[in-house]
């Protein structure tokens, strides 16, 4: 079945260094393709999304660009700040469900930044 | 604002016991689903509904049902509370047509 894998964690950054969280995905059909993230004691925001291949998503200076070729959906941002310290999930858009809001998730990459 | 609000945000229960958990939306979306979240996991679903009385079983249903009578509520019920089910649970909305869901604030339920 469909499945989303991502890059172990925990991460620990520097402020103002390059953040990659790398996402691979599994789908029949042409999934849409999701980063949520997941503030302290919150609960999931949408990040960004993708709906096709080669759509890259943005927003808050995160990017991630949808590869069909390499069934990826890596998430980067060039410089990282202490409030972007987070949990960050991989989602895609579950098989035969169409535009439902029906999500498959990775298991989460915990973000650490440090001042 | 519209929004999804999780009822309550924190429960202690015994094992054994039946616990019902809220999850009210205001943004008059026909999709809802549950998920929960656990370390290693992710989230993964246990039951959603497209409409009213419309319900469906998800990755991890065993143990869980919900109910859907009007569009704004689906709560989520554990039938006999098992401590394997200690875990945050999080209710999500969409609208017909929207890939992306909206997420509740999360129950974080703990079985004793």
């Known amino acids: 079945g469909d499945s989303v894998t991502q890059m172990e964690g925990p991460v620990t950054l520097s402020e103002e260094a390059f953040l990659t969280i790398n996402c691979t995905y599994t789908?029949?059909?042409?999934?849409?393709l999701f980063w949520y993230v997941q503030y302290p004691g919150e609960g999931l925001q949408l990040l960004l999304k993708?709906?096709?291949?080669?759509d890259k998503g943005s927003n808050k200076g995160f990017e991630a660009t949808y590869r069909k070729e390499t069934t990826s959906f890596h998430l980067e941002k060039g410089s990282v700040q202490v409030s972007d310290s987070a949990v960050y999930f991989c989602?895609?858009?579950?098989?035969?469900?169409?535009?439902?809001?029906?999500?498959?998730f990775g298991q989460g990459t915990t973000l650490q930044v440090k001042p | 604002d519209a929004e999804i609000t999780q009822s309550p945000r924190h429960k202690i229960t015994e094992t054994g016991r039946q616990v019902t958990l809220a999850c009210h939306q205001t943004?008059?979306?026909?999709?809802m689903f549950w998920y929960r979240q656990d370390l290693g996991h992710g989230l993964r679903l246990i039951h959603y509904?497209?409409?009213?009385?419309?319900?469906n079983k998800g990755e991890v249903s065993d143990g869980y049902s919900v109910s859907r009578s009007n569009t704004e509520d689906l709560p989520l019920t554990l039938e006999s509370a098992a401590s394997s089910q200690t875990s945050v649970y999080f209710c999500?909305?969409?609208?017909?047509?929207?890939?992306?869901?909206?997420f509740g604030q999360g129950t974080r339920l703990t079985v004793v």
């Open positions: 999500a909305s969409s609208a017909p047509g929207m890939a992306e869901a909206f």
């Open positions: 789908a029949t059909g042409y999934p849409s």
């Open positions: 993708a709906t096709k291949a080669d």
């Open positions: 989602a895609l858009s579950a098989y035969g469900s169409g535009n439902t809001g029906k999500l498959i």
């Open positions: 943004w008059n979306h026909n999709n």
């Open positions: 509904s497209y409409g009213v009385h419309d319900t």
